[in-house]
């Protein structure tokens, strides 16, 4: 009688489900502190960032943990303080200014209740190339960001060229 092999069968991951892989981060001076409810989901004038479905979600935020963070912690220096964000994979890192600062102002406003209107403090957004940007503030002197929304989108400098979609029939919100 011939022995039978067993057969090494890989666990299986339940569907819908995805593994995650853990993520490292710098151990420098520079602090990613979540404060307000920065995922939250908001409709303002002609911005948006609901999503079109919690897939589309899912993946945005998985993104931003474990490729967009990260990247930040590394290049801080060159984002905040050099102004050098070009040269790094967070390129279309740059201060806020002029109209795109006073919406980001209004929208902050309806997710924190509060005015975040603070000379201390510099608006900044916060992404790479064809990437979500994170629109948040932060203060120097400690070397903190605090992200106050998500512009996934990027209405708050539209273009007549990128942003085609009608995103305003995107309803998944948080």
Not at 134 to 156: E, Q
Request: glycine share 2%; net charge positive; hydrophobic share 35%.
């Amino acid at each position: 009688m011939a022995k039978r092999k067993n057969k090494n069968i890989p666990p299986v991951t339940p569907a819908g489900s995805t593994n995650i892989p853990e993520q490292s981060i710098p151990n420098n001076n520079f602090v990613f502190r979540t404060h307000y409810n920065w995922l939250t989901t908001v409709k303002y004038e002609d911005f948006t960032n609901n999503y079109q479905d919690e897939k589309v979600f899912s993946e945005t935020i998985i993104k931003i943990i474990h490729k967009t963070i990260p990247i930040l912690y590394e290049n801080y220096e060159d984002i905040f303080i050099n102004r050098k964000a070009r040269q790094t994979p967070l390129s279309h890192s740059h201060l806020l200014t002029n109209n795109a600062l006073e919406l980001a102002k209004k929208i902050a406003k309806l997710i924190t209740n509060t005015d975040i209107d603070n000379d201390l403090y510099s608006w900044w957004q916060i992404g790479g190339k064809q990437g979500t940007r994170i629109i948040g503030v932060y203060l120097a002197d400690s070397k903190v960001f605090y992200p106050i929304f998500i512009d996934c989108y990027h209405l708050l400098f539209p273009d007549k060229h990128y942003n085609q979609t009608d995103y305003n029939k995107f309803k998944y919100s948080i």
